[in-house]
C-alpha cells in the first residue's frame, strides 16, 4: 500500500525534524520539510503532498495561513496547522483556507496521528469530489461540442434543403412561364429574376448566339451593350463570355484585373471584381451564356 504523503511547514529546525521523524515512525512519507511560506509553495507544487502540516508563524513575508490559502487555491491541497497560540484572530483568519485540523503545540503523537488520518480521509473524499468535478466538466464541455457540431450540420442541411426548395420552385414558375408564353424577353427576364433570387450576384447577364456573334438580351448589365437594336457583338472565344459559348465549358475569374482571358474593358469599368460565364446548351447545341459578376471577390464555383 502507497504511504501517504505529508510536507511539514516548520521554521523550528529541531520541531521540523522531530515531527519528521514522528511522522516516518508513524508510516508516513514526508515529502520534504521547509522553513518559509515561498519554498512551501514550490515544493507543493513539485511533490503535491497529500497533505500539510503547516505552522502558522514562519520566517519570511508569508505567514502559515497566507501560504495555505495559496496553496489550497493553486493545487487543491488541504493544511493542518500547528501553532503555540490557539488565539482567536488566528483561528478565524485560518477559517477562510478550510484546515482540516488545528493542533497545538506541544502536543502528542496520538492526537497528531489521529488528526492527520482524519485529514487524509477528508482529503480523499475532496479528491474525489474535484475529479469528479473535473470528469463532469469534461463530458459537459464534449457534450457542447457535439451539440453545436450538430447544430451546425443541421443549419448546414437546412440551408441546403431551403436553397434546393428554391431552386425547384424557381425551375417550376420558370417552366410555367415558358409554356405560357413564347417570348423570349419574358423567358429571360423570368430566368434572371431566379438567378438574382438564388444566387443573388451583384449584376446577372444572358447572351444570345446570333451569326457568330454573342448579343445581350437585356441591356442593364452596365456598358455590356447598347441595348437592342444597336448591340455590341462579342465573339465566341473573347473574354469569359465568349469562351464559355466556343468551349461549352463554365469560365471562372476571382479577378478580373490579374487574369488575361479578360480581354473586354466593360466590366472592370463597371467596378466588377469577380466574374463566371456559364454556356447556355440545348442539347449540344450552345445557345448563348449567362455571365455573373460580383462587385467583391466571390467564388461563383460554390
Do not use: W
Not at 505552522?55 to 487555491?73: H, K, V, W
Not at 441595348?227 to 459559348?245: D, F, Q, S, Y
Request: hydrophobic fraction near 40%.
Amino acid at each position: 500500500m502507497e504511504k501517504a504523503k505529508i510536507m511539514i511547514v516548520e521554521d523550528e529546525a529541531v520541531t521540523g525534524k522531530a515531527i519528521q521523524i514522528s511522522l516516518e515512525a508513524m508510516g508516513y512519507a514526508v515529502t520534504s520539510l521547509v522553513k518559509t511560506g515561498k519554498q512551501a509553495i514550490k515544493d507543493a507544487e513539485q511533490y503535491r503532498p497529500d497533505i500539510i502540516l503547516m505552522d502558522i508563524y514562519l520566517q519570511g513575508p508569508m505567514d502559515g495561513i497566507e501560504t495555505a490559502g495559496i496553496i489550497l487555491s493553486r493545487f487543491d491541497i488541504h493544511s493542518i496547522f500547528l501553532t503555540a497560540y490557539s488565539d482567536d484572530k488566528n483561528i478565524e483568519r485560518a477559517k477562510p483556507v478550510m484546515p482540516f485540523g488545528y493542533i497545538t503545540k506541544p502536543f502528542q503523537e496520538k492526537n497528531l496521528r489521529t488528526t492527520i488520518e482524519i485529514g487524509l480521509h477528508a482529503a480523499g473524499i475532496d479528491r474525489k469530489r474535484i475529479e469528479a468535478e473535473k470528469a463532469l466538466k469534461k463530458a459537459r464541455d464534449e457534450l457542447e461540442i457535439r451539440v453545436e457540431e450538430r447544430t451546425a450540420e443541421l443549419v448546414s442541411i437546412s440551408t441546403q434543403l431551403d436553397n434546393r426548395y428554391q431552386e425547384i420552385k424557381f425551375l417550376n414558375d420558370f417552366v410555367k412561364k415558358m409554356t405560357a408564353s413564347l417570348s423570349l424577353d419574358e423567358v429571360v427576364s423570368s430566368a434572371l429574376n431566379g438567378i438574382y433570387e438564388i444566387i443573388q450576384p451583384d449584376r446577372a447577364v444572358i447572351l444570345m448566339s446570333k451569326n457568330g456573334g454573342l448579343f445581350p438580351v437585356e441591356s442593364d448589365f452596365c456598358s455590356m451593350g447598347p441595348g437592342p437594336g444597336g448591340e455590341t457583338a462579342r465573339k465566341e472565344g473573347e473574354c469569359l463570355c465568349g469562351l464559355a459559348a466556343s468551349d461549352g465549358k463554365p469560365q471562372y475569374s476571382l479577378n478580373l484585373y490579374e487574369d488575361s482571358r479578360v480581354t473586354r474593358k466593360e466590366c472592370k469599368k463597371a467596378g466588377f471584381h469577380s466574374f463566371a460565364a456559364f454556356p447556355l446548351k440545348y442539347k449540344s447545341t450552345i445557345l448563348g451564356t449567362l455571365g455573373l459578376a460580383s462587385v467583391t471577390e466571390r467564388n461563383f464555383k460554390k
